[in-house]
C-alpha cells in the first residue's frame, strides 16, 4: 500500500505540471503531498509494528494511517479529475509523462462517450431534471483505477526498485 500511495503522489504531481488551471493544479499538487506524507508515515508505523509485535494500539495506528491513505488516494484522483476536465497541455517526451496523459485522455475520452450517451438517452422528468432510477453513474478516475485493480495482483508486496518503472505500471 504504501508504495502504491507513492505511485499515486508521483501521478498526481506529473498531471499537475501540465494541468492548465492553476487553481487545479495547485490541489493537485497539495493532495500529492499530502498522500506522499501519509504514505512515508504508513511505512514508518509499518516497520515500527513488524519489530514491536502484536499490540493493539499499534494495530489501530496501523489502520488508521491505512485508512487516511485511502481518503488521499481518493482526494488525488477526484482533483486530477477536475484537472483533466480543465485541460492539460501537451506532456514532455518522457515516457510516465505520455503514460499518465494516455490515461488521463482514456478517462476523459470515457466520460465524454458517457455524457453523450445521456444526451441522447435523456432520462428526463417534466422539470427537465435527471431521474436518479436507472441512471448510470458517470465514469470517475477512482472507477477506472478499480477496473484495473486485478491486474495488480501479480505484483509483490515489496517491489524491488527497478529502472525504468513508470508511474502506471502499477495501474495505481
Known sequence: MVSDGQVVAKFGNIL????????????????????????????????????????????????????????????VLRAAEAACVKGLGQPSADPEEEEVA???QQWRKNLTQHRAKEALNSDRDELGLRKTRGAKA???L????????????????????RKGHTVMDRHL
Open 142 to 161: 477512482i472507477s477506472l483505477v478499480q477496473e484495473q485493480a486485478p491486474r495488480s495482483r501479480n505484483i509483490p508486496k515489496h517491489p524491488n526498485p
Open 16 to 75: 499537475a505540471k501540465h494541468c492548465l488551471d492553476h487553481r487545479c493544479s495547485t490541489e493537485l499538487l497539495r493532495a500529492a503531498e499530502h498522500t506522499q506524507s501519509i504514505s512515508s508515515q504508513l511505512a514508518i508505523v509499518a516497520r515500527v509494528k513488524a519489530v514491536t509485535g502484536e499490540s493493539k494500539a499499534s494495530s489501530e495506528l496501523l489502520l488508521s494511517n491505512v485508512q487516511n491513505l485511502i481518503r488521499a488516494v481518493q482526494h
Open 138 to 140: 458517470e465514469p470517475t
Open 102 to 104: 494516455a490515461f488521463c
